[in-house]
């Protein structure tokens, strides 16, 4: 079993271009840039765009491409009828990912054969764009609705990350909190080849179309190792209640041998170079919000299970309470990762469709010794 590399760790499995991910200096690059530069200075509309064309945009480009997605903001009526037919308490990225197969099926209808699926590049920067624009009104919706009140219409006048929070909350926000999710946003966009990004790079690598590789890129985002940590998080902050009960929630935790969400990283084994930058958004809420027992909770959890174990907190850490103080729903977090991740994904299906090699690894076979059916007796005969 010497060669098989479980969960594919230390496999370098291809070239990409759009980030690089350097664990020794603890360094992410978007197409070259700092994503601590990016998420300070940038909209998220800037990184999508630099994500998907390799160059932060002119201010003419940045002009197209914000007139294009603000023109299909809206909720679309078939997706908010698909969506109300699903059950209140279906998890949110059921909707995501139900809403992302609808607007896939009628984008791609008349195709006719899965040999005219997978587009051209002006087909597929397309698709992505109409996806980008269209998640925060279905995210937005899926939070309203359980909450039993109406969509708020989108608007046109507000920057992506303002709109958004219009949309969920149906009022403006103020510019410490747009700026704070503004900076998650661009923090969750990109990590070259987790989880969710690989997945929409083997859908892709069977010249299946963009719609199918995003919905398979969801399935795998909801999982607690990957995505739905960041809720996950919230539900252990509920679970242990306040600063001074970590010790002893933790002693039991670890005894359960469980894992404690929010920590620990497939690549970083010695912190995430994410989490200073959310970590300060982070601090921001608390402040704006005046809710210092957050940070009591955070900071404590964080130091005890850095002392026990060595292992450092993950994006999601800070992104699970920074989502909780700004008002979302705590099953609506990783849904917001989508939105932010399908800029990373259809950037990798772009790459991946323009450098194409079917991905299909190989086994090692640890099953039954050959055998044949001349000796099996079927179960009726044995009475
Ligand atoms: N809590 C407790 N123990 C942990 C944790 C944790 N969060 N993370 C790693 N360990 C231990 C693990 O039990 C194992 O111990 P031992 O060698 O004694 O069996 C050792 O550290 C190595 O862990 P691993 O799970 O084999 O390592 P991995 O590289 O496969 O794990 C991970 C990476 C993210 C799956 C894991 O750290 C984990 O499950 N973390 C909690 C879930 C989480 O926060 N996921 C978000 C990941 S980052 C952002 C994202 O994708 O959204």
């Known amino acids: 079993m010497s060669d098989v590399k479980k969960g594919l760790a230390g496999v370098v499995a291809d070239v990409t271009a759009v980030s690089k991910v350097d664990p020794e200096t603890n360094t992410l690059l978007y197409r070259g840039y700092p994503v601590q530069e990016l998420a300070a200075t940038q909209p998220f509309e800037s990184v999508a765009y630099l994500l998907w064309h390799g160059e932060l945009p002119a201010a003419g480009q940045l002009d197209e491409q914000r007139a294009a997605e603000r023109a299909q903001r809206a909720l679309d009526p078939d997706v908010r009828t698909l969506l109300d037919m699903l059950p209140l308490d279906a998890h949110p990225m059921d909707d995501v990912r139900t809403a992302v197969s609808l607007l896939g099926a009628r984008e791609l209808a008349g195709t006719g054969s899965v040999l005219d699926a997978s587009g051209s590049v002006e087909d597929n920067l397309r698709r992505s764009l109409t996806l980008f624009a269209a998640l925060p009104a279905i995210v937005a919706y899926g939070q309203r609705r359980r909450r039993g009140l109406e969509p708020v219409p989108a608007r046109d006048d507000l920057d ?37 990004t690989f997945t929409a790079r083997v859908v892709t690598s069977t010249l299946s179309d963009l719609y199918s590789a995003v919905v398979a890129a969801i399935g795998a985002l909801k999982g607690p190792l990957h995505g739905g940590a960041n809720e996950a998080v919230m539900r252990v902050f509920d679970e242990i209640g306040d600063a001074s009960q970590v010790p002893a929630w933790l002693d039991t935790a670890l005894a359960q041998k469980r894992k404690i969400m929010g920590f620990g990283h497939r690549v970083y084994k010695r912190g995430d170079s994410r989490v200073p930058t959310m970590k300060t958004a982070l601090d921001s809420l608390v402040a704006h919000y005046d809710r210092p027992d957050v940070l009591e909770l955070y900071s404590a959890l964080e130091s005890e299970f850095v002392a026990r174990k060595g292992i450092y907190p993950n994006l999601d850490y800070p992104s699970g309470p920074a989502y909780n103080l700004i008002g979302f729903d705590t099953a609506t977090f990783t849904p917001l990762f989508v939105a932010a991740r399908v800029t990373g994904w259809t950037a990798h299906i772009l790459e991946q469709a323009a450098s194409n090699a079917l991905i299909r690894p190989m086994s090692q076979y640890d099953g039954a010794a050959e055998r044949h059916v001349d000796g099996y007796v079927p179960l009726a005969d044995e009475l």
């Open 160 to 196: 992506y990350a303002a709109n958004f929070l219009w949309m969920t909350f149906g009022e403006e926000s103020d510019p410490v909190v747009v700026d704070a999710f503004n900076r998650s946003m661009i923090l969750y966009a990109e990590h070259s080849f987790n989880a969710s």
